[in-house]
């Protein structure tokens, strides 16, 4: 238990030297600056069309289900203005 408390410790405090090894951190220039929108759209691009495929799918489906049951009435008559009639 204790090495396994000890290699966290390390991963914990080596992830600041972990991601100064971006190489953009590292150049400490913006000269990828045009490139950042492209990385953005390649990052963003697979969520937004399994989303869409998703939202296509549920759709689909509630198209898909049966109207519901239409509930009876219990019992009486009722004449065409929503008024009960009562049997004779």
Known sequence: MVKLRAIAFALVALAPALAAACPNCVAGSDK???VRPLLAIMIALPFAV????????????RLMQPP???EKSSGGTVASDGSPVSPD
């Open 32 to 34: 990828l600056a045009s």
């Open 68 to 70: 519901p049951p239409v």
């Open 50 to 61: 399994a989303a869409a495929i998703f939202l296509a799918i549920r759709r689909a489906q």
